[in-house]
């Protein structure tokens, strides 16, 4: 299976996570002051956002109606099942390689903490 980062050069700055999962890309986004913490494998707080068609996986381009541009920061494969409220991701990206750990925050259910364990490909 696939996932992609897209950043967004739009206001707010933020990057989207997705997770292709079936039909769909499972997305949450994450502010971009909150993406430098990511990468160095802190957990970061992320909003689950809606289903992103699969089109998306290697977009880059404008935003509709002048919002911006969306470039890719990084996609690549993943192993395992996106399916439960704790998901522990192996992926091994273009320039992250490690495990996603996403796990859903109970009192919000459209938040998610999300943590790159085993870090940054240097």
Known sequence: MKFVIHHHLTVPDHYDLMIEKG???????????????????????????RDHRKDYLDYEGPVSCDRGRIEVYDSGEYAGDASDSVIFLPINGTILKGTLSIKEIRENTCMAQITLIQGRDQ
């Open 23 to 49: 039909d769909a890309l499972l997305t949450w986004r994450i502010l971009s002051r909150e993406f430098t913490k990511f990468l160095r494998g802190l957990p970061v707080h992320a909003e689950r956002i």
